[in-house]
Antibody, heavy 118, light 111 residues
């Protein structure tokens, strides 16, 4: 069974940093691209960042470019999101998801909540 | 970059059929696959349609997807509505840089 478990969320002050992790199991991790998708409270889904299976291709939404860094460790079956210079508008539930080449995100974790507030 | 526009909300009665649209702002809807996700309150999204019109195993055939090049839109149709179908539905595609693009979501009420 595919499992994606996010961790690392919490309350952080504006301007500070946070690192999210996503532990994957139940599938061959390095066969798939991975993505981070977020959802602000009461709002819709927003794609944040994606990384190819070998980290050779990485992309970011304009809203986080230059502040967030995605990475993965295939040996540890883990995905990461380093978030710097956090803003109030980054407050959201952050999901990690697997990615197919067709653009489909078939598997999602349950999310980790990031709250940016003073 | 393009946007995907969905109606904010739709409502229909149990047993009826409802269609949710997803219109692409620029570029052809047929250029990149469209997915549809269902999200119930407090839960992560799950797929009801992928690659325009494919249903994952376990999704009933009451759910169907299509694309229409003339209106540059994708549609999710749910027939034989059940109260359990009440949820938020999101369309999703991707751009030429493989960046994901989500529609704003449609709240389906089954009353």
């Amino acid at each position: 069974e595919v499992q994606l478990v996010e961790s690392g969320g919490g309350l952080v002050q504006p301007g500070r940093s946070l690192r999210l992790s996503c532990a994957a199991s139940g599938f061959t991790f390095d066969d798939y691209a991975m993505h981070w998708v977020r959802q602000a409270p009461g709002k819709g889904l927003e794609w944040v960042s994606g990384i190819s299976w070998n980290s050779g291709s990485i992309g970011y939404a304009d809203s986080v470019k230059g502040r967030f860094t995605i990475s993965r460790d295939n040996a540890k079956n883990s995905l990461y999101l380093q978030m710097n210079s956090l803003r109030a508008e980054d407050t959201a539930l952050y999901y990690c998801a697997t990615g197919y080449s067709s653009g489909w995100y078939p598997n999602w974790g349950q999310g980790t909540l990031v709250t940016v507030s003073s | 970059n393009f946007m995907l526009t969905q109606p904010h909300s739709v409502s229909e009665s149990p047993g009826k059929t409802v269609t949710i649209s997803c219109t692409r702002s620029s570029g052809s809807i047929a250029s990149n696959y469209v997915q549809w996700y269902q999200q119930r309150p407090g839960s992560a999204p799950t797929t009801v349609i992928y690659e325009d019109n494919q249903r994952p195993s376990g999704v009933p055939d009451r759910f169907s997807g299509s694309i229409d090049s003339s209106s540059n839109s994708a549609s999710l149709t749910i027939s034989g509505l059940k109260t359990e179908d009440e949820a938020d539905y999101y369309c999703q595609s991707y751009d030429s840089s493989n960046h994901g693009v989500f529609g704003g979501g449609t709240k389906l009420t089954v009353l």
